[in-house]
């Protein structure tokens, strides 16, 4: 059976639509990644467009405004609630760790 689309976030996909919590474009996403993640995370720029043009098609984020080559984003309901999921999938897989070893 295959796997849904968007059903477990990989960690760029997750930072970028955590930063997409307000509007912001490519160029502020990859540098809020960096910093929220003290640099761990690094988003490409061929990755980062990639993803955002999946995310609009899927619903999970909008395009608020373009100037120029210049475009914002912001999430969606839909958008929202698949962070959420993915938060709430990560803290059960934390919790199962801590059942085991803790």
Same mark, same amino acid.
């Given at each position: 059976?295959? !796997?849904?689309?968007? @059903?477990?976030?990989?960690? @760029?996909?997750?930072?970028?639509?955590?930063?997409?919590?307000? /509007? +912001? +474009?490519?160029?502020?996403?990859?540098? *809020?990644?960096? @910093?929220?993640?003290?640099? !761990?995370? *690094?988003?490409?720029?061929?990755?980062?467009?990639?993803?955002?043009?999946?995310?609009?098609?899927?619903?999970?984020?909008?395009?608020? *405004?373009?100037?120029?080559?210049?475009?914002?984003?912001?999430?969606?309901?839909?958008?929202?609630?698949?962070?959420? +999921?993915?938060? /709430?999938?990560? +803290?059960? @897989?934390? /919790?199962?760790? !801590? *059942?085991?070893?803790?």
């Amino acid at each position: 059976m295959p !796997r849904l689309k968007f @059903q477990t976030l990989t960690e @760029q996909m997750f930072y970028i639509l955590l930063c997409l919590k307000d /509007e +912001c +474009c490519g160029i502020d996403i990859m540098d *809020k990644v960096s @910093q929220m993640t003290d640099g !761990r995370v *690094k988003v490409g720029s061929g990755t980062l467009y990639n993803l955002l043009e999946q995310f609009l098609d899927s619903g999970i984020i909008i395009q608020t *405004k373009a100037d120029g080559r210049r475009r914002n984003y912001v999430l969606t309901d839909k958008g929202r609630d698949v962070l959420r +999921c993915e938060y /709430e999938r990560l +803290c059960t @897989q934390a /919790e199962d760790y !801590r *059942k085991m070893f803790l």
